[in-house]
């Protein structure tokens, strides 16, 4: 039997072919077929200039749900006719990071459909430790956003965010709006900007007590009158050391930076800064073991999941989804490939 498999095989290039359904190698494993996978910011980077640690050919694809279609001899937390998400964080498991539960920085980490092969084929094969049961009142399109809101769980976990803080995210992209919604959800109020309309826009109906386009209005003064003497938690969701750099200006006394960036140029912060104001600086790299409750919240109805997804391709055109996906970044929340 054969099934569809969608390659990036150069740079702006995904082939759609066929292979053979992967098989199942271990007790643990589970054969899952693909239903809905998200467009990731990764994916599109990786489409569009390439990647160091990306080889080509690659199936990217992380953000995925499916349908358990068969099961190995030693699974038993899930069965045939399950609907699941992908937890795609891969780690050793060995090292000392691992044992002290946090594989999402193992020096060894890898991401499904970034440093290996990922969702966008009609099969995969994955451990049932990586997957997840999703409620049926939860759809497979909407299923398929648990994974940004994995990031957007670790990011808020990582801040502390809790009921009465005041938080200001810089970028009203996916991870902004994501990040907004948990805040909002853990009861804190948000001030978010961006430079697009249509992005602020989203951000309102995503619950934003404040939004700001930067570009037109004093983003300093705008959160000085949203939280007189500073913010308790900042964040950069663009992850650019500009504004990284910026971000710290607008934290209060005691105020907590959250920095989930990539850019590997330097950000120029003196010291007196932090230490007068006693800041907390932490990272927050993809998620650690924050599905369980992504999937409750689904499951619970706590999140306006809908509002983020924007396109939705059949497989066939997924060559055509990247480029107007591309072509439409202003106003593109979450693009979705459906098998």
């Given at each position: 039997m ?43 980077h ?7 640690d ?65 969702g ?5 094969v ?8 999703i ?44 990040t ?34 930067s ?28 504004l ?85 970044v ?10």
């Open positions: 054969k099934m569809r498999i969608a390659k990036l095989t150069a740079v702006g290039k995904i082939e759609l072919g066929e292979g053979p359904l992967p098989k199942i190698k271990k007790e643990t494993d589970i054969l899952v077929k693909v239903k809905a996978v998200g467009i990731c910011g990764t994916d599109v990786i489409f569009q200039s390439g990647r160091a990306v080889k080509l050919p690659r199936v990217m694809g992380h953000e995925l749900s499916g349908i358990v279609t068969e099961t190995g001899k030693g699974v038993t937390k899930l069965k045939k006719g399950d609907r699941v998400v992908l937890d795609p964080v891969f780690a050793c498991g060995k090292c000392p990071v691992c044992k002290k539960g946090h594989k999402n920085v193992c020096a060894d980490v890898k991401c499904f459909g970034v440093q290996m092969d990922g966008f084929q009609d099969y995969i994955a451990g049932e430790d990586s997957l997840y049961k409620a049926k009142n939860v759809s497979f399109e909407q299923a398929a956003l648990a994974e940004p809101f994995s990031i957007a769980a670790n990011i808020n976990a990582r801040v502390g965010t809790g009921p009465g803080d005041l938080m200001v995210i810089i970028g009203s992209g996916t991870i902004g709006l994501v907004l919604q948990v805040a909002k959800m853990l009861g804190a109020k948000v001030l978010i900007s961006d430079v697009e309309d249509a992005k602020l826009e989203a951000a309102k109906k995503c619950g934003a007590d404040k939004t700001v386009n570009k037109e209005k004093d983003l300093a003064k705008a959160v000085e009158a949203f939280a007189p003497g500073g913010a308790d938690i900042v964040l950069d969701a663009v992850g650019v050391s500009p990284t750099e910026l971000s710290f200006s607008f934290a209060a006394p005691t105020g907590r930076i959250g920095i989930i960036g990539f850019d590997a140029k330097p950000v120029s912060i003196p010291p007196v800064n932090i230490t007068k104001k006693e800041l907390t600086i932490v990272g927050s790299r993809m998620n650690n073991h924050r599905f369980p409750a992504v999937v409750k919240w689904f499951k619970e109805d706590k999140l306006n999941i809908d509002l983020l997804i924007s396109r939705r391709y059949p497989v066939e055109e997924i060559q055509k989804a990247f480029e107007e996906t591309i072509a439409n202003k106003n593109n929340i979450k693009t979705l490939i459906l098998f």
